[in-house]
């Protein structure tokens, strides 16, 4: 009985399985039913799809801020350490004067009549150094700005060279790189010898190292200008704003000369300095005996430990090599405006020169130009002919640079009297 039931059971699921596979049989073949994976060969084989190897994504460059002369100019007054002393220094001698004039109220105290003299005498003296030192101060303080402007501008300028040559010089290496491969190609050939093969990759060698040293300086360039700037990482932040200064020839007459050489002794900081001296070294001496009275009675009363150390003919002898040193001084810087006056003209003429060598071999570049289409000269004359214009530029635009500094100094008659 119970094998009965298991086997009618048994019978009883094996015709469910069978109906089933019927009819998902008969719905594949009627096209009614069919999966994902059939659908797609119904339609067509598969597409394969290529996986792609996996590559890093390139960091986006960081996007430099400008940087204007401007605004470099503003960041160098504002950070000058020099400009901050000179003008606490100023403060310091504006407070001894003020205390100075403070000190007048107790002369009625002094009853000597020589040792009121001697006091007065010395007051003069204090005075006229601490006003001639506070004046300079001041001047001092317009000089560091002015010159600050000067350096600032070197320093665009010579960034701006600096990145054009560095440009000029990958490119002279790439056209070197394709004189190389042409070399060797004539020396497998037998049409070249070794040694000119081997002076062309050592002249690559060079270059390549020339490109080094080029790069060392431009760091140099940015250092020295966040030196003055107080800004930190400026080659990696900021884009310089080329200062675009054009190039303008300066031609003086020798009746303008003359007067600017007389009237760089009223700004140039060096002799305004030597002026302070001879000024203070002249009252010393002017005011001599009475401050050797006021000393003397001052060591006799045991105010001061020894007797007076001054004397009549060395305090002459200081006011005399003063007044030598103070002429000597605005000799220099006379000599000085002439020589760089010199050498701005000397630099417009080789500017000139270079001009009409310049245009020269544009021409030369353009009828090259006209041939390399005729197939008359090959690629590689071309290109070398292209990098020598590019030399040529590049050495123009140094010597405008040189030039538009020299004549900031004229500009400028705080600075025209320097040496160079």
Do not use: H, W
Not at 77 to 88: F, G, R
Not at 150 to 179: H, R, S, V, Y
């Amino acid at each position: 009985m119970k094998n009965n039931l298991r086997n009618n059971f048994k019978n009883k699921r094996t015709g469910v399985k069978k109906i089933a596979s019927v009819s998902l049989a008969a719905l594949l073949c009627s096209g009614l039913y069919a999966p994902a994976m059939n659908q797609a060969y119904a339609a067509g084989p598969i597409p394969v799809t290529k996986v792609q190897p996996y590559a890093p994504k390139e960091e986006e460059p960081v996007a430099k801020l400008p940087l204007d002369y401007e605004t470099a100019i503003k960041k160098a007054v504002e950070y000058s350490i020099t400009t901050k002393m000179a003008e606490l220094q100023r403060e310091t001698v504006q407070d001894k004067i003020d205390d100075l004039f403070t000190s007048y109220d107790t002369l009625f105290l002094i009853k000597d009549p020589d040792m009121l003299t001697g006091t007065l005498a010395n007051m003069e003296i204090y005075n006229t150094t601490l006003t001639t030192t506070r004046e300079l101060l001041k001047r001092q303080k317009t000089v560091d700005s002015e010159s600050l402007k000067i350096t600032i501008a070197g320093l665009f300028n010579n960034i701006e060279q600096q990145l054009d040559t560095i440009e000029l010089t990958k490119k002279k290496i790439a056209q070197g790189d394709a004189n190389i491969r042409l070399k060797q190609k004539q020396y497998d050939l037998g049409m070249l010898s070794k040694n000119d093969l081997d002076l062309a990759i050592a002249g690559n060698k060079a270059l390549k190292n020339d490109l080094m040293l080029l790069e060392i300086k431009l760091d140099e360039l940015f250092a020295e200008l966040e030196k003055n700037t107080g800004i930190s990482k400026i080659e990696e932040k900021y884009e310089i704003v080329p200062l675009g200064m054009v190039y303008e020839t300066l031609e003086m007459e020798a009746e303008d000369i003359q007067r600017y050489k007389a009237n760089i002794e009223n700004f140039d900081i060096s002799i305004l300095a030597k002026k302070n001296e001879v000024e203070n070294k002249t009252t010393t001496f002017q005011n001599y005996p009475e401050i050797y009275n006021f000393q003397y009675l001052s060591y006799l009363a045991g105010n001061q430990p020894n007797p007076p150390s001054m004397d009549y003919k060395s305090t002459r002898d200081d006011k005399n090599v003063a007044e030598l040193d103070l002429s000597q001084t605005i000799k220099n810087a006379k000599l000085n405006v002439d020589k760089n006056y010199a050498n701005l003209q000397q630099l417009q003429q080789n500017i000139e020169i270079m001009k009409i060598e310049l245009e020269k071999l544009n021409y030369q570049l353009k009828t090259l130009q006209v041939q390399y289409d005729l197939g008359m000269v090959a690629k590689n004359m071309y290109d070398n002919t292209m990098i020598s214009k590019l030399e040529l530029e590049n050495k123009l635009s140094g010597l405008m640079v040189q030039q538009k500094q020299l004549k900031l100094l004229f500009e400028s008659p705080y600075f025209a009297g320097m040496g160079m």
